[in-house]
């Protein structure tokens, strides 16, 4: 059971949170969840998450800022994050990339697509 991948869910929409919290773990993952930014970087900072899905709106601090945060710390610079957001402008996505996301989704997103692009990053990790 120790190679169970762990994802940290940084979401300040409950629904959203909670349907990706039960999606991830039918997929076999342990998911930490956060509603707000400030403790969801605390908890990618403690927690030792495989990879992080971050939503760019959130209370507290922002998404953008604790992935800038993220890629500051050499340790947790190359942490995987996917970028979930109701942001879809072309500068949003820029603004995502540029803050170090690995990968940008939009709201309302693919669960599949979601879950491939997870499975991906994983894979890519682990080479």
Not at 12 to 22: A, F, S
Not at 75 to 81: F, I, R
Request: net charge negative; hydrophobic share 40%.
């Amino acid at each position: 059971m120790g190679d169970k991948k762990k994802i940290l869910v940084i979401e300040d929409d409950k629904d959203i949170r909670r349907t990706l919290q039960l999606q991830l773990e039918t997929e076999g993952f342990d998911v930490i969840t956060s509603g707000d930014g400030k403790d969801g970087l605390h908890k990618a900072k403690t927690a030792g998450p495989n990879l992080v899905i971050l939503d760019l709106r959130l209370p507290e601090l922002p998404g953008e800022a604790v992935c800038h945060e993220l890629r500051r710390e050499e340790k947790y610079a190359t942490l995987p994050v996917i970028m979930l957001t109701a942001k879809n402008t072309d500068a949003d996505w820029v603004r995502g990339v540029v803050t170090g996301a690995n990968y940008y989704m939009t709201k309302p997103f693919n669960i599949n697509e979601l879950m491939s692009v997870i499975r991906l990053i994983l894979k890519h990790e682990q080479e």
